[in-house]
């Protein structure tokens, strides 16, 4: 009975963490330029003078991955106040035109993300950490460019508080190139007026 109950535990825990296996892919590829459409007039945006965005090309990408990093740290992320606050953020980052669909997707990655990890058992804690290089811009016409993110990785671990200390339950890197699809971590940005946003490409 007991040998019953202790392997039915197992079950649950491995099914969780085969959960959590594709979850940095699910996650990442609804949050980062997925959710936009770049077929909006972007001929109207270039009349605008919008906010958000970045005075370059590396430092919109890299200030929006800082904050994207921020965001997944946040030990306060399941309140529909903080999440507001980084959709918020976030989305600044990218082209006006693309705001709406990206705050979507935003909202929903985030939200998901919280709900799952309050899921944990009460001895579990789960990070994820985003990790890269200063970003390098590779390609620029003066209306587009492309910027690198250098070495980006996620990282995901989850570890289970036991009496002996931490124990590491499930680990998992992946390169950030991989999970925005583009090889060499490669980012698309435009530019509108004075300033530079993310764009979907």
């Known amino acids: 009975m007991q040998r019953q109950f202790l392997r039915q535990q197992n079950r649950t825990h491995l099914t969780r963490y085969r ?7 699910l996650f990442v590829v609804l949050l980062i330029m997925t959710a936009c459409s770049a077929a909006q007039d972007q001929a109207t945006d270039l009349l605008v003078s919008p906010a958000g965005g970045g005075i370059s090309p590396e430092s919109v990408a890299e200030n929006f991955f800082e904050d994207l990093r921020s965001a997944l740290q946040d030990p306060s992320l399941s309140s529909e106040v903080t999440q507001s606050f980084w959709v918020e953020r976030l989305a600044s980052y990218f082209a006006p035109s693309e705001r709406d669909a990206q705050s979507i997707a935003l909202r929903a990655s985030l939200a998901r993300f919280a709900r799952d990890r309050e899921r944990l ?15 390098v811009k ?12 250098p ?16 124990l590491t339950i499930y680990e998992q890197p992946i390169g950030l190139d ?5 090889p060499g971590g490669l980012v698309p940005t435009i530019r509108i007026s004075d300033r530079w946003f993310l764009t979907e490409g």
């Open 151 to 166: 070495n980006g990785t996620l990282h995901m671990l989850i570890i289970r508080m036991t009496e002996r200390g931490p």
């Open 19 to 25: 959960r959590w296996c594709y979850y940095p892919y």
């Open 138 to 149: 590779v390609a620029d016409n003066g209306q587009r460019a492309m910027v690198q993110i």
């Open 178 to 182: 991989q999970v925005i699809g583009n």
């Open 121 to 135: 058992g009460e001895d579990e804690i789960l990070t994820l950490e985003l990790t890269f290089d200063r970003p």
